[in-house]
T-cell receptor, first 115, second 112 residues
Framework: DTGVSQDPRHKITKRGQNVTFRCDPI?????LYWYRQTLGQGPEFLTY????????KSRLLSDRFSAERPKGSFSTLEIQRTEQGDSAMYLC?????????????FGSGTRLTVV | KQEVTQIPAALSVPEGENLVLNCSFT??????LQWFRQDPGKGLTSLLL?????REQTSGRLNASLDKSSGRSTLYIAASQPGDSATYLC???????????FGQGTELSVKP
């Protein structure tokens, strides 16, 4: 296991199209997080899973956004009817439960450009 | 509102200098604080994690301190190198397993 994997690395889409991103966390990590980062800003929290349960969603996650984590393994983030304002880096992170001494491990991100 | 602020937004130093990056947070009841490094167009690499009960953590040329009561943390980089050029992000959590709240980052450039 080499870390948190995200796919694709880059995605260019036309406004109005749907896109889906995938995140594969470190296998023994039961907590998985999605963040969004725009240019020159720090990442902003979107949502968080513990195993397959989605425990928290940010107000940033509008009705056009949906995230899943079937069977508590990989996760997908779908954006429907994309808008130019959705252009950003989407980052996934994972962490083991009870791992107070462990930080968060981030993936390399998916860069979304909506044209 | 729980916010994190990093000063300065950008910093340029000659190689070999020691430098300090600052992070402040509005709600001092943090669970822990973490410093990350981000290279352009890449994900985040964890540098140091400080629990709320700790005062500092060290890793190589990096030292992070935490003053929870005043809502501040500093990241000290000794003998800076061009390879240290990156954006440094500070983030806090308020409960175990909770979401990270990030500052906007400090973009560091170390000139040879």
């Amino acid at each position: 296991d080499t870390g948190v994997s995200q796919d694709p690395r880059h995605k260019i889409t036309k406004r109005g199209q749907n896109v889906t991103f995938r995140c594969d966390p470190i296998s023994e990590h039961n907590r998985l997080y999605w963040y969004r980062q725009t240019l020159g800003q720090g990442p902003e929290f979107l949502t968080y899973f513990q195993n397959e349960a989605q425990l928290e969603k940010s107000r940033l996650l509008s009705d056009r956004f949906s995230a899943e984590r079937p069977k508590g393994s990989f996760s997908t983030l779908e954006i429907q009817r994309t808008e130019q304002g959705d252009s950003a880096m989407y980052l996934c992170a994972s962490r083991p439960q009870g791992g107070d001494n462990y930080g968060y491990t981030f993936g390399s991100g998916t860069r979304l450009t909506v044209v | 509102k729980q916010e994190v602020t990093q000063i300065p937004a950008a910093l340029s130093v000659p190689e070999g200098e020691n430098l300090v990056l600052n992070c402040s947070f509005t709600d001092s009841a943090i669970y822990n604080l973490q410093w990350f490094r981000q290279d352009p167009g890449k994900g985040l690499t964890s540098l140091l994690l400080i629990q709320s009960s700790q005062r500092e953590q060290t890793s190589g040329r990096l030292n992070a301190s935490l003053d929870k009561s005043s809502g501040r943390s500093t990241l000290y980089i000794a003998a800076s190198q061009p390879g240290d050029s990156a954006t440094y992000l500070c983030a806090v959590t308020y409960n175990q397993g909770g979401k990270l709240i990030f500052g906007q980052g400090t973009e560091l450039s170390v000139k040879p």
